[in-house]
Structures are given as structure tokens and as C-alpha cells.
């Protein structure tokens, strides 16, 4: 099978990425990298080296897409800090209109396959985690600096405890477990942010 003459190197790692997200990193060969992509052995291994360097590049390409995508969806908007996270959380897991049950996340499937035993992945794992605390840090400190969430709110403990649910969640998602217990989960989290912010008296008629 020779390496086509129009290669595409970005369209390969893309579509690289895809296999090693539904299969994993061990259950992944050479020779399903090379049906995928179609590519010889030899072609691969000249294009990029090994199959441990074309998954750290999937694995980059996977945090500047679908990563950047959930970052971006996260940002604060002018909508109520809770009605933003729950959209967010359902929409991880498929739960939305516009999403479907799929394989989990790239970055949760690798840090449960792999752990830390190898460290470049690792390294990858961890700043894409990072990332999230980031954006959920914002998050809700936007709603403790508005009166949304309660001023004495623990913001690391509440991230943590968020991202520990969002890595519940994706592992659970790629079980394939029921989309409504997920959503449950996910809204008993939300209530344990504390209570939403009283509505103001209404002067008397």
C-alpha cells in the first residue's frame, strides 16, 4: 500500500485520533494505524516515527479541538452561572439536543488506560485536566463575585469536587450508563454549590 502522493499530515493525525479515542492507545496497532490511514508500515514509521509519537500528536490535536471546544463552551456568558454549568456538564455527556453518547473523552480514557507510567502522555493528561480546573475556577468565581453562587463558597474545594464529577461522568458515558441517571448526578452536584440567591421582596400592591 504506497503513501499517497497528496498526503495529507494533518487530515492523518485527525483521523488518528479518532481510532486511538474509540479503541485506546494498547488496542491500537500499527497495522490498524496503517488501514486507518493508509499507510505501509514503513510509511508510517518514516511520516512519524512511532506509534508513541503519533499518539502524543493525537492527543495535542484532540486538546486543541474538542478541549478548546469544551473550554470555549464553559466561558461566561451572560446567562445564570448554574443554567451555564448544568448546559455544560449535560452537553460532556451527551445529554443535550445536540450531542449523542459517544467514547468518553481522549484525555479521561488515557489517564485510566495509561495512569502516570508514561510521562510524556502523562504530562498531556494533566495540563488538559488543568485546563478545566482553570475554566471551572472561573466559573464560578464570576458567580461568587455576582451574588450568584454564596460568598463564602470554597472555590478549590468546589472545583475539585466538580472536576471529580466530570471525570465520573465521561467514565460513565463511555459505560454507555443511563443519560437520565447522569443528569441526576449532574444536578445534585449543581444543588451542592449551595443555594441560589433569594429573590429580592416585591414592594406591596
Known amino acids: 500500500m504506497a503513501r499517497p502522493r497528496q498526503f495529507d499530515e494533518h487530515e492523518a493525525v485527525a483521523r ?9 492507545y494498547t488496542a491500537t496497532s500499527v ?19 512511532d506509534k508513541h509519537t503519533l499518539f502524543l500528536r493525537a ?7 474538542e478541549s478548546l471546544q469544551a473550554k470555549d463552551r464553559l466561558a461566561t456568558t451572560d446567562r445564570p452561572v448554574r443554567e451555564t454549568l448544568r448546559e455544560w456538564l449535560l452537553w460532556l455527556v451527551g445529554c443535550t439536543a445536540d450531542a449523542e453518547p459517544g467514547p468518553g473523552c481522549l484525555v479521561v ?8 507510567t508514561d510521562a510524556e502522555i502523562s504530562a498531556r493528561t494533566e495540563a488538559a485536566f488543568e485546563v478545566t480546573r482553570s475554566a471551572l475556577r472561573s466559573l464560578l468565581d464570576e458567580g461568587r463575585r455576582s451574588g450568584e453562587l454564596p460568598p463564602d463558597l470554597d472555590l478549590d474545594a468546589a472545583v475539585e469536587l466538580l472536576f471529580t464529577t466530570v471525570l465520573g461522568l465521561r467514565v460513565r458515558e463511555r459505560a454507555g450508563h443511563d443519560a437520565g441517571r447522569l443528569a441526576a448526578a449532574i444536578d445534585f452536584a449543581i444543588r451542592g454549590l449551595g443555594p441560589a440567591p433569594a429573590e429580592p421582596d416585591r414592594p406591596a400592591q
Request: no cysteine.
Open 31 to 49: 497495522r490498524d494505524l496503517g488501514a486507518e490511514l493508509h499507510l505501509t508500515p514503513s510509511s508510517l514509521y518514516r511520516t512519524f516515527e
Open 109 to 116: 480514557n488515557t489517564a485510566t488506560e495509561l495512569g502516570t
Open 16 to 24: 488518528a485520533t479518532d481510532l486511538f479515542w474509540h479503541r485506546g
Open 59 to 65: 492527543l495535542d490535536h484532540y486538546r486543541a479541538t
